[in-house]
């Protein structure tokens, strides 16, 4: 099964873009262009979060990490529409949120007598790593591994933040809530027309949707991480009596579009 995973039209997925319409080299040039944002984003996040390291830890860096090889992995298989190509960019996906939510999946959703996310460690390591082994003997089980993987986390984030006035009442935490949700809505409405109704954006030569959801998922997982690290922060005692935290975009001359990260200043 590997070698030929590698062929080109391997993959069980052919999104609406036509194939080879713009070069015969790449399968599907919007959607493998589109992906490039998903390696830039967390690069850029990097090396911006590099000097707060020592404060945040670098739990950050690894989902980060994760994400630039989800970059690389979606242009791959959008570039040859392999089935090693669509296996890289679940899996990687899987990974993403496995980490989020090891990482911060937000206490106060848990039962009360769990106090850490160690419980959350203990469901999500063991499913992620078997669905990862069986995804290379049966691909169709990231169908369902997926959405049980990632939902969880995203209603409990959502509960987390729409449920607590002090996260909504601080500016930062407020912009960023709104540009993640406003993001994904519209990334998830690209996927879902895209997906639904292709022969209708045929007819008008849409071609472009797919390639929306990753530009628009790419800056919402970029705020996310920012939401996640910074609320982190707000739990913290220490950071709050000793550092001021700030929302950034980068460059700022490009305004929301910018990069955003975390701009600490020490209070004297």
């Known amino acids: 099964m590997y070698i030929p ?38 690069i850029v996040q990097i090396i911006l979060f590099k000097r707060h390291n020592y404060n945040v830890g670098g739990r950050h860096f690894h989902i ?26 679940e899996i990687s996906i899987l990974l993403v949120a496995t980490l989020f939510s090891c990482y911060y999946w937000p206490t106060e959703s848990l039962p009360r007598s769990f106090t850490t996310r160690r419980i959350i460690q203990v469901i999500y390591i063991p499913l ?42 601080d500016k930062n935490v407020a912009h960023t809530i709104t540009v993640v949700f406003v993001s994904i809505g519209f990334a998830i409405l690209a ?52 550092s001021e935290w700030t929302l950034k975009l980068y460059p700022e001359s490009l305004g929301i579009l910018g990069i955003p990260y975390l701009a600490v200043k020490k209070i004297e």
């Open 5 to 42: 995973s590698f062929r080109p039209h391997s993959a069980a997925k052919d999104w609406c873009e036509p194939n080879y319409y713009v070069t015969y080299f790449v399968a599907e040039f919007i959607n493998s262009i589109s992906s490039i944002v998903l390696i830039i984003l967390p």
């Open 64 to 89: 980060l990490v994760i994400l630039a090889i989800m970059g690389v992995m979606s242009v791959y298989f959008h570039l040859s529409l392999s089935l090693a190509g669509q296996l890289g960019d």
């Open 128 to 169: 992620t790593v078997i669905s990862m082994l069986l995804s290379t003997t049966y691909p169709n089980i990231n169908h369902f591994a997926l959405p049980f993987i990632c939902f969880p986390p995203a209603i409990a984030f959502s509960y987390k933040f729409f449920t607590n006035t002090s996260y909504r009442s």
């Open 191 to 242: 996927w879902a027309i895209d997906i639904h109704y292709c022969n209708w954006l045929l007819t008008f030569k849409i071609y472009w949707l797919h390639g929306a959801w990753h530009v628009l998922s790419g800056y919402a997982l970029a705020y996310a991480i920012i939401l996640s690290v910074y609320t982190e922060i707000l739990s913290i005692n220490n950071y709050n009596a000793e």
